[in-house]
């Protein structure tokens, strides 16, 4: 054994160059390394880091041209409403001017300004970046050539004294002809200023034409603002000092830099914008030329692109990044930082790094040799316990040495052997602790998700149920009802049948549209889609539907409208139906004896220049009322106040949409109950009046036949009654009709048959309506063929896919007949052929009847003698029973009235009216 170890200690090394050899070495070549890879990572890094500052300062920068340059189209449009209001007016240029005062306080703009078609603006300014100012221009004539006068004004906007004046000719400078040209806000030039009053500036210009309701133009307002603002941006963003930031135009003319030099030149008392390629600041000229050296077109330049340019023997790196806007703008955002920045200190690191490996090759090779001898026993105890306990044997204790660092060590390595031993202990007890809490919760949160989502599945399915398979089956009820009822053949008997079969399933519909409106609610999707519409028609045609349903209860009704209502307003009719209706059938519903009144009266007292109307709806019945505790929840959804035989008819949704409709509209609904004596319900609404009306007039005719040649209509639908009710409703008018089952058989036969116009469902097997559309659309022959699509949904989102696609209109099931006929009358341009009726019976036969009538005063038959001109048989119905309660003696004239009032004798009624007047 002794010979053994000592062949073993010929041949092996001392212990100590064992120790230094290797530690030096790897001393020197760690640090070596670290040093190279320093020097490599830290160019890298600012590689990345020169890119990163380059990209993060034009994003920087694009923003704020974002928000920067949007502030003149925002002004220009509040005060394009305000004149399409008329609260902007050349009549009054004074107070336009000083609302643009006011604006120009709000706004860090160069020049507001308003011009009329008639030569005549208004503006306000703000020349010398301080001061604003009002410019009244009136029209240019050879008596009048300075016909622009520049005002002063005090703290509130009233000018003071004149400052200028000049002449200004409006309807031939840009700023007016431009956006008229354009049709659309446009940004109408970039201009530089100079006044030896004011400081040189560089604006640009952004105009919006204004047009009426009839596209006549109003006039042109425009804003101006400050460019010089940008280059101060760019100048105080925080970037390399080095660095330059520059904005470009597609031509290379320079809009900012963040240089000192401002982006334009002043020279005998003249401004002149530069390009950057004759920027005085050198190393923006530089970079200018070759970019354009590298991208000789801007314009093709539609991602960022990143470049690096040498300039004597100087790299930067260079980001080119395009900004545009929607009004035309096209601008180029260059960031350049150079190299050198960020090099000088990776130099210094390099060579403080190759001094540090010198040395510490030194220190480690003197102090490897003094040390080795000490620490060689105790370290080898060390690793030799570190391996136990590296294997699982935590069960070490190490013997100290000579040294007291070493003993420490072997005292800190047996408390850490003694720790481990107690770490992993409780280590173990609380991976089993975790394990299971862990586990536990993930089956709760489990739990809790699939819960979710099978019931917001569940109500997805049900939601898509109720409104597709409802629909397609109310589609064949109410088709063939108006089908039926259309036939001259049917009897009377069978036509008060088919009246109620159609009365339940417009329930029903009003059911299905209930629980959509209710969903689209919960959502905030709901929107209000407003349009102009007679007012007085409105009502009247909402009311009949509710009178029918008082009268068949023997309820009495009584409608009162103001005598002060407009005669048009513009608002979502179709919503404030809905709410009417939903209001006035409860009223009727929950009212057994009395009567159920509807007022419509004007709120406020307006004058001629007014452009709304406070108008408000008054609901009253003489009902069962409402217990008091339930006042507070009947908006809420589902909730009924009534008994629950009288519930039986609605979804308890109907007061919680109208609430949310009129909420929409900006009010509420109001209510006032007694139990036992009846409820109130009202709201007021601000409704705009409509600009221009013309009442036309609606035939009551029954439509039998066109005109012309025989049009051929190709219906598509993967429902087989869906196809048959448009097939029998258009064949007894003389259509030619063809069925499809879906879209790939709707091309097909599309390409034989070559149809006059097609409806079609939206979704389909095999091939959808859109789809086909789409690859109609793509066809010559096909490209401008009427196609309606006709889905199971009314969804706006439906119907704007429907029409990006290519369809032409849209007609949701379940169809109705008159909106199917106005339909084909417009897309096929048709001129319908009437049902001639029998012609009235000769007035003669009823003059001596008549001349027995006792007539009531000539001032009682105005109101009746207007609303007949008018042919407003409801109002004729009304005034007729208003006079039958004036005196028993007026009944038999009344009742004369109401009888040609049914037969739509509009002409006798008038002969009956002209002789007593």
């Given at each position: ?34 040093g ?53 007016s ?19 703009l160069?020049y ?20 604003v100012?009002i ?35 409006t ?10 040209k ?35 133009l ?5 804003v ?81 692109q ?75 105890r060390?690793?030799k ?17 000579n ?14 052997a ?160 809905q ?35 406070r ?121 030619k009709?063809a069925?499809?089952?879906d879209?790939q ?5 599309a390409l ?20 086909m ?12 063929i ?14 704007q ?47 001596d009847?008549?001349?027995?009538l ?41 009742n ?8 739509f ?13």
């Amino acid at each position: 054994m002794k010979k053994n170890f000592s062949s073993l200690k010929n041949h092996s090394l001392p212990l100590q160059w064992v120790l230094i050899i290797p530690f030096v070495l790897q001393i020197f070549g760690a640090v070596g390394l670290i040093g190279y890879l320093s020097f490599k990572n830290g160019e890298k890094a600012i590689q990345d880091l020169a890119k990163q500052l380059t990209v993060r300062t034009s994003s920087q920068v694009n923003s704020h041209l974002d928000t920067y340059l949007a502030i003149p189209h925002q002004v220009n449009q509040i005060n394009a409403n305000a004149m399409r209001l008329g609260l902007l007016s050349g009549r009054d240029r004074k107070t336009v001017g000083k609302y643009f005062w006011q604006q120009m306080q709000a706004y860090d703009l160069t020049y507001i300004t308003m011009c009329l078609p008639t030569g005549e603006a208004a503006g306000a300014a703000r020349y010398d970046g301080k001061t604003v100012t009002i410019d009244d221009t009136v029209t240019k004539t050879p008596n009048l050539p300075k016909n622009n006068t520049t005002y002063l004004t005090d703290q509130d906007g009233n000018p003071t004294q004149v400052l200028t004046t000049a002449t200004w000719d409006t309807l031939n400078e840009t700023n007016y002809t431009e956006p008229i040209k354009a049709g659309k806000p446009s940004w109408t030039r970039i201009y530089t200023y100079y006044d030896p009053a004011y400081p040189p500036y560089i604006a640009a210009s952004a105009g919006r034409p204004v047009y009426d309701a009839n596209h006549k133009l109003l006039g042109v307002v425009g804003v101006d603002i400050h460019l010089l603002k940008l280059s101060e941006f760019l100048h105080n963003l925080e970037f390399s000092d080095s660095g330059q930031i520059f904005i470009l135009e597609r031509d290379g003319m320079l809009v900012a830099n963040s240089a000192q030099e401002k982006p334009f030149i002043v020279a005998n008392q003249e401004i002149k914008r530069i390009k950057a390629t004759d920027s005085p600041n050198p190393i923006v000229k530089a970079l200018a030329k070759r970019i354009k050296k590298r991208i000789p077109d801007l314009h093709s330049l539609i991602h960022h692109q990143d470049l690096k340019i040498n300039l004597q023997g100087q790299i930067y790196h260079v980001h080119i990044a395009p900004w545009r806007d929607q009004y035309g703008l096209e601008w180029f955002i260059v960031t350049s930082v150079p190299e050198s920045s960020f090099m000088a200190q990776i130099n210094a690191n390099t060579q403080t790094t190759i001094w540090l490996c010198v040395v510490a090759l030194a220190v480690a090779t003197v102090v490897g040799i003094f040390t080795s001898r000490w620490i060689a026993i105790p370290i080898l105890r060390v690793n030799k316990a570190s391996q136990a306990v590296a294997s699982g044997d935590l069960n070490q204790i190490v013997i100290g040495g000579n040294i007291q660092e070493l003993n420490s060590l072997a005292h800190s390595f047996n408390q850490m052997a003694g720790r481990l031993r107690e770490s992993f202990t409780a280590l173990e007890e609380s991976k089993a602790e975790l394990e299971q809490r862990v586990a536990q919760r993930t089956d709760e949160l489990r739990q809790a998700k699939e819960t979710a989502e099978t019931a917001n599945r569940t109500k997805s399915e049900f939601l898509a149920n109720m409104n597709h398979e409802l629909r397609t089956p109310l589609n064949g009820i109410l088709g063939y009802t108006q089908i039926i009822q259309r036939d001259p053949a049917t009897p009377s008997k069978q036509m008060k049948g088919l009246e109620v079969i159609h009365q339940c399933a417009a329930h029903l519909l009003t059911l299905i549209n209930d629980i959509l409106d209710f969903s689209k609610l919960e959502v905030q999707k709901m929107e209000l889609y407003t349009q102009d519409f007679h007012l007085a028609n409105f009502l009247a045609s909402t009311v009949d539907i509710c009178r029918v349903k008082s009268e068949q209860k023997g309820v009495e009704f009584h409608y009162q409208p103001a005598k002060n209502l407009p005669t048009a307003i513009h608002t979502d009719d179709k919503r404030l139906r809905q709410v009417l209706l939903n209001l006035l059938s409860n009223a009727v519903k929950f009212t057994d004896v009395g009567r159920v009144t509807f007022r419509v009266e004007v709120v406020d007292v307006p004058t001629a220049s007014d452009l709304i109307r406070r108008i408000r709806f008054v609901i009253e019945d003489t009902g069962i009322g409402i217990p008091a505790d339930k006042i507070t929840t009947i908006f809420l959804p589902f909730e009924q106040a009534g008994k629950r035989e009288r519930n039986i008819e609605g979804t308890g949704l109907g007061l919680a949409i109208s609430q949310q409709i009129i909420e929409k509209m900006g009010s509420s609904i109001q209510v006032e109950s007694v139990l036992g004596q009846g409820s109130c319900f009202w709201f007021e609404l601000d409704l705009p009046l409509a600009s221009e009306w013309t009442l036309e007039e609606v035939t009551q005719e029954k439509v039998i036949g066109y005109q012309g040649e025989q049009r051929k209509i190709l219906v598509i639908d993967d429902y087989p009654e869906n196809c048959l009710v448009v097939v029998n409703m258009l064949e007894p008018l003389g259509f030619k009709l063809a069925q499809a089952s879906d879209g790939q058989a709707g091309l097909d036969i599309a390409l034989q048959m070559r149809p006059d116009l097609i409806i079609t469902d939206v979704h389909m097997s095999v091939m959808d309506g859109l789809a086909m559309t789409r690859r109609l659309r793509q066809l010559p022959d096909f490209a401008t063929i009427p196609i309606i699509a006709s889905p199971a949904t009314v969804s706006q989102v439906d119907m704007q896919v429907s029409l990006e696609a290519g369809c032409s209109s849209f007609l949701p099931k379940p169809i109705d007949f008159t909106g199917l006929l106005a339909q084909l009358q417009q897309l096929l341009q048709l001129q319908w052929v009437y049902e001639e009726l029998s012609q009235p019976a000769p007035a003669v036969a009823t003059t001596d009847d008549e001349a027995d009538l006792v007539l009531p005063p000539s001032v009682e038959l105005t109101a009746l003698y207007t609303a007949i001109q008018g042919g407003l048989m409801t109002d004729v119905q009304q005034e007729a029973k208003r006079i039958k309660q004036l005196a028993p003696e007026y009944a038999a004239f009344a009742n004369r009235v109401l009888e040609l009032c049914h037969s739509f004798d509009d002409e006798a009624i008038i002969h009956l009216l002209e002789s007593a007047m």
